[in-house]
T-cell receptor, first 114, second 109 residues
Framework: KAGVTQTPRYLIKTRGQQVTLSCSPISGHRSVSWYQQTPGQGLQFLFEYFSETQRNKGNFPGRFSGRQFSNSRSEMNVSTLELGDSALYLC?????????????FGPGTRLLVL | GQNIDQPTEMTATEGAIVQINCTYQTSGFNGLFWYQQHAGEAPTFLSYNVLDGLEEKGRFSSFLSRSKGYSYLLLKELQMKDSASYLCAVRAGANNLFFGTGTRLTVIP
């Protein structure tokens, strides 16, 4: 079974631009979560989608948004990019939206904002 | 808010045993996870604890004390490939997953 895939793997943008990242979960998984990883802050939760609905949201500004499609694939969008948005963005999928579900991470998209 | 603390770095010798501690203060608790992350790679699941006690899985074991807000990951018979960051994560609040900043373990010959 294929793992979680994310595209693109690397991205360079300039301040003020917007970016869309894509995540395809493991086949059969219905929940997709997004995280931002930076050296100083570690992994921080952005949001979780299940059945095309945002179920949980972390403490990030409204510039960060996402959506999930009927095939469980998810996209994350960041508008008006800032230098501090440079990070590794990780997507993780799990079977269901349950408290003890194990999440499986994709390889991430490394975003550099200049 | 949620607070999860782990040591930043640890060094251990090949063949030895190392214990990585994690303390947490969260509003609500729905389980604790340990993940391993090699440099430049995605985190991979190691263990899950929701009840007090020790969970053993091969060379890796994880312990949880909910009353103390404390967990540890025990790695036995260390191998060079165990050099990685180890992330403690607590599911709490509205079932969100909160990560510590990770412990970078270096295994030396």
């Amino acid at each position: 079974k294929a793992g979680v895939t994310q595209t693109p793997r690397y991205l360079i943008k300039t301040r003020g631009q917007q970016v869309t990242l894509s995540c395809s979960p493991i086949s059969g998984h219905r929940s997709v979560s997004w995280y931002q990883q930076t050296p100083g802050q570690g992994l921080q939760f952005l949001f979780e989608y299940f059945s095309e609905t945002q179920r949980n949201k972390g403490n990030f500004p409204g510039r960060f948004s996402g959506r999930q499609f009927s095939n469980s694939r998810s996209e994350m969008n960041v508008s008006t990019l800032e230098l501090g948005d440079s990070a590794l963005y990780l997507c993780a999928s799990s079977l269901e939206l349950a408290v003890q579900e194990t999440q499986y991470f994709g390889p991430g998209t490394r975003l550099l904002v200049l | 808010g949620q607070n999860i603390d782990q040591p930043t770095e640890m060094t251990a010798t090949e063949g030895a045993i190392v214990q990585i501690n994690c303390t947490y203060q969260t509003s609500g608790f729905n389980g604790l996870f340990w993940y391993q992350q090699h440099a430049g790679e995605a985190p991979t699941f190691l263990s899950y604890n929701v009840l007090d006690g020790l969970e053993e899985k091969g060379r890796f074991s994880s312990f949880l004390s909910r009353s103390k807000g404390y967990s540890y990951l025990l790695l036995k018979e260390l191998q060079m490939k165990d050099s990685a960051s180890y992330l403690c994560a607590v599911r709490a609040g509205a079932n969100n997953l909160f990560f510590g900043t990770g412990t970078r373990l270096t295994v030396i010959p």
